[in-house]
């Protein structure tokens, strides 16, 4: 990237030309092949949530989340309630294409507007939306109305630094990894350091070839195994 400086001789940041805020993502249906992101409703989405989620017969898909297990029905949807109302959410379910049922939530956050940032997570995928293709693409979705329909300039994903799933998801996904906050936070009265990670604008482009390309139904065999790997065509 060409350096940019001052009168002065010292450096500073290239020209973000014609810039102005962007607008919250809206809380609209996305489509795709595998799988269909949409808002999530308790009322709509709790029931089949709770069923696909307790396919997690001891709790693992929960460790790392600020979040779960639950008691029971009544004590899961009454979180889902409660994190709705959270402003700093926009938060969808996602439905798998076959079963036409909820197996998975994701959400935005931490969207800062005026710098064009924003933050998937709080994702929360059952067994059976995990190394599915129907999660990926969800992410895939989720990217591509950031960047192509609202126009941000850096989309995030961080995690707790001991998830080596979310990690190695991150690398899978195209994200770079930015470094580590240590003590970032206190979870289920555990420490928390917290793995950072982003796609900016520029490498958008790339990264959304690699997804289109790996997404396309030609890449998998009758079996539905993959031709080419996801984790290959992003890293080239």
Same mark, same amino acid.
Not at 46 to 50: D, F, G, K, S
Not at 145 to 150: G, K, P, Q
Not at 189 to 192: A, I, L, P
Not at 197 to 203: A, H, L, M, P
């Given at each position: 990237m060409t350096?940019?400086?001052?009168?002065?001789?010292?450096p500073?940041?290239?020209p973000?030309?014609?810039?102005?805020?962007?607008?919250?993502?809206?809380?609209?249906?996305?489509?795709?092949w595998f799988?269909?992101v949409?808002?999530?409703? #308790? $009322?709509w989405h %709790?029931?089949? +949530?709770?069923a696909?989620?307790s396919? /997690?017969r001891?709790?693992?898909?929960?460790?790392?989340l600020?979040w779960g297990?639950?008691g029971?029905?009544?004590?899961?949807?009454?979180?889902l309630?409660?994190g709705?109302?959270?402003?700093d959410f926009?938060?969808?379910?996602?439905?798998d294409?076959?079963?036409g049922?909820?197996?998975?939530?994701a959400s935005?956050?931490?969207?800062?507007?005026a710098?064009g940032s924003?933050?998937?997570?709080?994702?929360t995928?059952?067994p059976?939306?995990?190394?599915?293709? #129907? $999660?990926?693409e %969800?992410?895939? +979705?989720m990217?591509r109305?950031?960047? /192509?329909?609202?126009g941000y300039?850096?989309?995030?994903?961080?995690c707790?630094?001991?998830?080596?799933p979310?990690?190695?998801?991150?690398?899978?996904?195209?994200?770079?990894?930015e470094?580590?906050f240590?003590q970032?936070d206190?979870?289920k009265?555990?420490?928390?350091d917290?793995?950072w990670?982003?796609?900016?604008?520029?490498?958008w482009?790339?990264?959304?070839?690699a997804?289109e390309?790996?997404?396309?139904p030609?890449n998998f065999?009758d079996?539905g195994?993959?031709?080419?790997?996801?984790?290959? +065509?992003?890293?080239?």
């Open positions: 350096e940019h400086a001052n009168h002065l001789g010292q500073i940041g290239f973000v030309e014609g810039w102005t805020a962007r607008q919250r993502p809206p809380r609209t249906p996305i489509t795709g799988c269909r949409e808002p999530l409703d #308790a $009322g %709790a029931t089949e +949530l709770y696909a989620n396919e /997690d001891d709790g693992r898909m929960w460790t790392y600020p297990p639950y029971g029905f009544d004590e899961y949807r009454a979180a309630e409660a709705l109302r959270r402003e926009i938060t969808y379910a996602v439905i294409a076959r079963s049922k909820a197996v998975g939530v935005y956050l931490n969207i800062n507007l710098a924003i933050e998937v997570g709080g994702i995928y059952s059976a939306l995990q190394q599915q293709p #129907a $999660g990926t %969800a992410m895939y +979705l990217m109305r950031v960047f /192509d329909e609202l300039r850096r989309y995030e994903w961080k707790n630094a001991l998830n080596a979310s990690r190695a998801a991150a690398a899978r996904y195209g994200f770079r990894f470094g580590i240590r970032a206190v979870v009265g555990r420490n928390r917290t793995a990670f982003s796609i900016t604008d520029r490498e482009p790339r990264i959304k070839a997804f390309r790996w997404l396309d030609g065999d079996a195994r993959q031709r080419a790997s996801l984790s290959a +065509l992003t890293a080239g």
